[in-house]
């Protein structure tokens, strides 16, 4: 690929820049100030412990594949591309063998490689060092974000690889450099190789290019290669697996399924779309804070009529959910009424701890304000873009990125909240890129954001440490009941995750109903076991059962 394949220009205001970037910490102190906050809050939380945590016992699966035979081999479960991630797990195996804690540790290890990346990015894209800290503080303390980086999931480890890309990418874009170029797609082959999704970083390096230089056979040719790379680099992952016999009945079927026309239904596309949007307007909400009423109403007055149309067109079809009676969380997987998760353990039977309707409804409609002034910044972006596309490469590509990697996820039959996680840092960016003005923001709404800022990390770590606990005192509870007592897997319900351990080749998850590890009591069964636990959300102790079903003979553990 041509070194040129985008042309270097500014897109601040050099002396303003360089005001910006002489205020606040220096980045070494801010690069430092980051890893020992985060190293602190993984000591505070705990990710110790032998568990499978929603679907990443399906991705611990390849990793130990490759410690006990050297090469890769995929869960039936498992869907995503997975290889980069699960080299990276074994790598940190290697030292002591497999275990879920290492696993957990390497997670953890390239959420905080995501934090860098942002905080570097802002800086280059021309946000000064102490807004900078405050954008990885929100994406840190965001909710979905700190309880995936205690998982094995690929979420974190996919978002990790597309922001190093990004940034990389960007440098590479502005100072014409095909080793930063290079390197950015070098690291975007391993977003790729970790989740399909990866290719919106390909195709937006394409597509920005195309858009900045115009459309004609040579820039088409350009443009092509960075496309044509990523979709190289997927067609030989999926017929290195289909020819290993390692493809997995799973794998790729949610990129299918967004692409099977007949199955579309337009309210739940239309649906999706606002849930995704007010999701992210709720994440970014403290960014928001700290911006400031000034800078928002500026923004606002300076596209009056298009940003009043869409307000108002925006709050009648969002409104539909709340009088309909629906209220967040709306979209399933990490973010519960009970906090984060997901509770797989007999959740219908009796649930754990809410806020109650009136806390979420609440939530709801802030999510709503919050995500009517995202939009607004987003139509900003795009009129800033039509106006000179020469003088905004970095906006450009970021923008065309996040609208990439959105456009599929209405379609999806299942969207998971955590699906909407890489659009988070995507917002950070360009919210503050266009409504970054040199004025420094006022007291009173700094400290809104910084307080909104707190209230969001305090749910995310009792949230993330309360997960933890039951989930570590859910798997004691089955170890004793498996490896002490000796009582057969199959005849115990133990949960989703321990279920799915023992899921037969092709077949149905045995899922037995002797003994049932629940939250409370159940019709029909009696309380054999009890293990507790400490809670911090609210504070007490929560309780993880093990019901015996009762039978007219009788009957034990």
Known sequence: MSVDILAASPTHNHSEQLSERAS?????????????????LAVIVNPIGEMILNDDGAYAYAVKSILETGSLKLSAWGSPNLVAQAYWGALFCWPFGFSHTALRL???????????????????????????????????????????SFTFMTDVPFLAFTLVATYLLIRGIKRQSGMELGLGLLAATAAL???????????????TYLVKNGLNWRNVTRAAAPALLGLGVQFSYHTWLKMTGRMAPLFGKPAAAAFDVESYAMKQIASNAVFALIYVGLFVLPLLLFIGFRRLSDLWRKQRRIATLTSIVFFAVAAFPLLRHHRMPFLLN????SGLGPPTIRYDIYPLPSAGPVFWTAVTVIGIVSAALVLQILISAVLRLLESRAHHQELLLLFVMGAIYFSPLPFLPAMYDRYLLPLVPIAIVVSLMICSTGNTPSQRWTALGVLCLLLYGGFAIAGTHDY?????????ALRTLTVVRHIRPEQIDGGFEFNLTYRTPGGKIPIGDDLVVAFGPAPGYAEAERYTYRRWMPPGEGTVLVLRKILPQGGGL
């Open 193 to 207: 190789l970790t989740r399909q999704t990866g290719l919106a970083l390909f195709f937006a390096l394409s597509l």
């Open 468 to 476: 933890l606990a039951w989930q570590r005192t859910r798997w004691q």
């Open 24 to 40: 606040g910490v220096s980045d070494r102190v801010a690069l430092m100030l980051i890893t020992c906050g985060w190293a602190a």
């Open 334 to 337: 990490v973010l519960y009424d």
């Open 106 to 148: 390497s997670t953890l290890t390239l959420a905080l490689t995501a934090l860098l990346a942002l905080y570097i990015l802002m800086r280059e894209t021309g946000a000064a060092s102490m807004t900078a800290l405050f954008g990885v503080l929100v994406l840190a303390l965001n909710p979905l974000f700190f309880e995936l």
